[in-house]
């Protein structure tokens, strides 16, 4: 079973940029797929980007293509998420999800593929 602990959340003016990080703690950090979720008031949470066990990326949500990227540093257990040109449209709460799998499972997209979370971070783009 693996703990996630994200961090790195703040407020940000328009056009800025953050970097989430995602603390895990147990084993075998290399064999889950990673990935961030959001979520806005009234909304529901949304995929945002994965990253496989071998560091290959998924395909993101519209909404961020471009601006923001992941990675991971499997000796360090962490998973982060590089945000730029940041909108008010992108204040959420930031949700680290983990999944154990194997190299060639399909890409897990939705919320409900994701067995362990995070408490989440939120993040908050002012105009």
């Known amino acids: 079973q693996v703990q996630l602990v994200e961090s790195g959340g703040g407020l940000v003016q328009a056009g800025g940029s953050l970097r989430l990080s995602c603390v895990a703690s147990g084993p075998s950090f290399s064999r889950y797929a990673m990935a961030w979720f959001r979520q806005s008031p009234g909304k529901e949470r949304e995929f945002v980007l994965g990253?496989?066990?071998?560091?290959?990326?998924?395909r993101s949500a519209d909404s961020v293509k471009g601006r923001f990227t992941i990675s991971r540093e499997n000796d360090k257990k962490t998973v982060f998420l590089q945000m730029n040109s940041l909108k008010p449209e992108d204040t959420a709460v930031y949700y680290c999800?983990?999944?154990?799998?194997?190299?060639?499972?399909?890409?897990?997209?939705?919320?409900?593929?994701?067995?362990?979370w995070g408490q989440g971070t939120q993040v908050t783009v002012s105009s």
């Open positions: 999800a983990a999944k154990a799998t194997i190299l060639t499972a399909p890409d897990a997209l939705t919320e409900t593929e994701y067995p362990y």
């Open positions: 990253i496989r066990r071998n560091g290959g990326i998924t």
